[in-house]
């Protein structure tokens, strides 16, 4: 097992997770359906579950925890007001969710093709994220 490409994928699903998380939490404020906030809810806690996983796997590793970029922070942060503010509703944000979601996935299948000697836990992990980024996109897709 290689041990770089082991910090490399947790690191991408730490960014990942992290990513996950404020994206809905900056979208739910303006979200007006209980089912879509429902749905949120459940995705932020299990992208939160996961990251709990990802933060003991990365420590047990001795490996320092990665953040998402500043500039993808706050491009991120940026696309979701401007969209919100021109169009506050459950479409939009439904929109804005499944776009980060096939951008993660994009993004964690990548890495996993790069990293085919990462240990199987980091395996697991990334597809796990993958799996919760598609059911996701799947789930607010009604609302777009």
Known sequence: MNTNQTADLLAQCNS???????AIEDTLSSVKSGDLRRILL????????LGSRTHALLNTLG??????????RAMSRLKT?????????????????TDGCGMGIKSLRRYLNHCPGAKPESVDIARRLIDLEQTLARDVSPYL
Do not use: C, W, Y
């Open 63 to 72: 490996l320092p925890r990665h953040e998402p970029s500043p500039a993808a």
């Open 81 to 97: 007001g401007f969209h919100l503010l021109a169009d506050p509703s459950d479409g939009t944000v439904a929109e804005l969710i």
């Open 42 to 49: 459940r995705s932020k806690q299990a992208h939160q579950e």
């Open 16 to 22: 990942g997770i992290q990513m996950g998380v404020t």
